[in-house]
């Protein structure tokens, strides 16, 4: 099992830049693809990004490419979330999860098997 913590949320003006760490206990952290999710207020979960087991393989989705870049260390067993030129529609409950499964990482939320608490990000227009 592991156990996950988001943090670095904020409040942010547009076109802003945050980074949103998502450390994970325990010694199996290379054992899952990780990715992160956002809510919004009266909308469902939503896929943001996702990081295979090594590091090697990303996604993204289409409404965040070019501007938020997912990464993993091994060594501090943490993701990162590098949100780069907010908008105000990024607004949302950010959470990270971990993927017990073998293969690619998945943009489903069902998929994943742990979840950290959430962090909220704000961005003012």
């Known amino acids: 099992q592991v156990q996950l913590v988001e943090s670095g949320g904020g409040l942010v003006q547009a076109g802003g830049s945050l980074r949103l760490p998502c450390a994970a206990s325990?010694?199996?952290?290379?054992?899952?693809?990780m990715g992160w999710f956002r809510q919004a207020p009266g909308q469902e979960r939503e896929f943001v990004a996702a990081?295979?087991?090594?590091?090697?393989?990303?996604y993204s989705a289409d409404s965040v490419k070019g501007r938020f870049t997912i990464s993993r260390d091994k060594a501090l067993h943490t993701m990162y979330l590098q949100m780069n030129s907010l908008k105000p529609e990024d607004t949302a409950v950010y959470y990270c999860?971990?993927?017990?499964?073998?293969?690619?990482?998945?943009?489903?939320?069902?998929?994943?098997?742990?979840w950290g608490q959430g962090t909220q990000v704000t961005v003012s227009s």
């Open positions: 999860a971990a993927d017990r499964r073998v293969g690619s990482p998945s943009r489903l939320s069902t998929t994943y098997d742990y």
């Open positions: 325990g010694r199996t952290f290379s054992s899952y693809a």
């Open positions: 990081i295979s087991m090594t590091g090697g393989s990303t």
